[in-house]
């Protein structure tokens, strides 16, 4: 951890998500109810109302600041959840082999040739509207593809040699599985972690704004999909989707960031050299090609 917070990209993207944590936790007691009428409707930005007003009169920014804690909510429970089932049933299918790598290796290739999409859309049409929906849908449709990932990685560790030390030491197949195996791709698990969170935050705001969440709820989705209704684009009143937008767009630079420099410290092939040492290596390099190697003559 001290490693990670040494790293630029680290420091960058852990700030933009703690002050979006904060704002998240502390921001609905500072702009008062977002729901409630407060001007003009689609009123445009002003002192009185800093991202100025939605199509029924509600403060903007009070429900950019709102919507942020359901949104990152959603975003990282589904983001820790497809993770932890994915590596249990990867890891599992990577240690144990035979017959459970084949039945669980079948069940991932079936939810990944299913379209996500289209899928997510069906069950959250047929389910009660909500958060808690829009989270077991995104769990359910999302999970196969950290799966694959880990199922190998978790083959090249099988072959180990602390692992078959494990199996002759007596260790059942469920301790070899969470304490050998999966402690060494703490990396690998951060990693995906965060591009599932990534994935889950803009696939919420997405089913969301096609109204297949609970439109009476401030959500980010929610936000944009009321500036739809509004006609915001056509009556240019760019102020009710803009600060959203820029909101997940900000977030996902963010965890990105934070994906990179994780990376970064795991493998340190990926770091970048710095300029005045790499200008040294090659120019010692060339020296060593064209400096001509002196032989003592003997007499």
């Known amino acids: 951890m001290i490693a990670l917070w040494r790293h630029r990209r680290a420091r960058l993207g852990l700030g933009?998500?703690?002050?979006?944590?904060?704002?998240?936790?502390?921001?609905?007691?500072?702009?008062?109810?977002?729901?409630?009428?407060?001007?003009?409707?689609?009123s445009p930005p002003s002192w009185a109302h800093w991202l100025g007003t939605t199509g029924q009169g509600q403060d903007v920014l009070a429900?950019?600041?709102?919507?942020?804690?359901?949104?990152?909510?959603?975003?990282?429970?589904?983001?820790?959840?497809?993770?932890?089932?994915?590596?249990?049933?990867?890891?599992?299918a990577g240690v144990l082999r035979g017959w459970v790598d084949d039945v669980l290796s079948?069940?991932?290739?079936?939810?990944?040739?299913?379209?996500?999409?289209?899928?997510?859309?069906?069950?959250?049409?047929?389910?009660?509207?909500?958060?808690?929906?829009?989270?077991?849908?995104?769990?359910?449709?999302?999970?196969?593809?950290?799966?694959?990932?880990?199922?190998?990685?978790?083959?090249?560790i099988a072959g180990k040699d602390f692992v078959a030390a494990a199996r002759v030491a007596g260790e059942g197949r469920a301790r070899i599985v969470l304490v050998e195996v999966l402690p060494n791709m703490t990396s690998l698990l951060v990693s995906a972690c965060i591009g599932a969170t990534i994935y889950a935050i803009g696939a919420e705001v997405a089913l969301e704004f096609?109204?297949?969440?609970?439109?009476?709820?401030?959500?980010?989705?929610?936000?944009?999909?009321?500036?739809?209704?509004?006609?915001?684009?056509?009556?240019?009143?760019?102020?009710?989707?803009?600060?959203?937008?820029?909101?997940?767009?900000?977030?996902?630079?963010?965890?990105?960031?934070?994906?990179?420099?994780?990376d970064e410290v795991g493998n340190p092939r990926l770091r970048a050299e710095p300029v005045f040492e790499a200008a040294v290596r090659r120019a010692g390099r060339r020296g060593a090609v064209s400096t001509p190697v002196l032989r003592e003559e003997l007499p």
């Open 16 to 42: 933009i998500l703690g002050a979006f944590a904060v704002l998240a936790v502390v921001g609905p007691w500072l702009v008062g109810d977002p729901t409630a009428p407060v001007a003009r409707p689609l």
């Open 63 to 92: 429900q950019t600041i709102c919507g942020a804690r359901t949104s990152l909510a959603i975003g990282f429970v589904v983001g820790i959840s497809q993770v932890a089932i994915g590596a249990v049933i990867g890891a599992c």
């Open 106 to 156: 079948l069940l991932i290739n079936v939810f990944l040739i299913m379209p996500g999409l289209p899928l997510m859309v069906i069950i959250a049409a047929y389910l009660p509207t909500g958060a808690t929906t829009i989270a077991l849908v995104l769990i359910v449709t999302g999970w196969a593809w950290s799966a694959r990932v880990i199922r190998a990685q978790a083959l090249a």
């Open 210 to 262: 096609l109204g297949l969440g609970d439109v009476a709820a401030v959500t980010w989705g929610t936000n944009l999909y009321w500036a739809t209704n509004d006609s915001a684009l056509l009556t240019g009143a760019w102020w009710t989707f803009v600060p959203t937008g820029a909101c997940v767009a900000l977030v996902g630079f963010a965890l990105a960031l934070v994906n990179g420099a994780i």
